[in-house]
């Protein structure tokens, strides 16, 4: 019965150890997982800057246009810039839509992780529990056991 009792004590710090080990492993991704959120933040607002810059000019642009320059070349750079920069803003655009759509991710990511994290820790907690159970068992068995033997020897 004691031995019983000690497998199931082993068995059950294992599992602790094992728990703890996930939680470990799992906090450490996630941790990482927030260091990209940062980093992917980070390029949106550059590249949000980048668009409200590009956006500006080619209100500039236009609006130079719009004020009538006279001279073909001076026209046909203007129309360059526009193009160029209706380039940009369209390049922008789009990592900015893939930037936002991988910052959804990583949020839904993070928080799935976060969800794991929290089922780990209460399991963890559950096993501590069950750790502390069977040692006040144990220590009652054992308790038991050295009163029968004293009883034995007092015989």
């Given at each position: 019965k004691l031995a019983a009792v000690r497998a199931e004590l082993d068995?059950?710090?294992t599992r602790g150890d094992t728990g703890e080990a996930k939680v470990k492993a799992l906090e450490q991704d996630r941790i990482q997982r927030?260091?990209?959120?940062?980093?992917?933040?980070?390029?949106?607002?550059?590249l949000e800057g980048d668009l409200e810059k590009a956006e500006e000019?080619?209100?500039?642009?236009k609006s130079a246009l719009d004020e009538g320059e006279n001279t073909k070349t001076v026209g046909e750079g203007l129309m360059r810039k526009i193009s160029l920069l209706e380039s940009e803003l369209d390049n922008a655009e789009r990592?900015?839509?893939?930037?936002?759509d991988k910052l959804r991710e990583m949020d839904m990511k993070a928080e799935q992780f976060e969800r794991q994290v929290q089922k780990l820790e209460q399991e963890k907690a559950d096993y501590e529990t069950k750790v502390e159970d069977l040692?006040?068992?144990?220590?009652?068995?054992?308790?038991?056991?050295?009163?029968t033997l004293q009883a034995m020897d007092s015989l």
């Open positions: 068995a059950a710090v927030e260091h990209e959120i940062q980093s992917w933040k980070n390029k949106l607002q550059r000019k080619i209100t500039q642009t990592n900015l839509r893939e930037t936002t040692n006040t068992k144990y220590n009652e068995a054992k308790k038991e056991l050295e009163d």
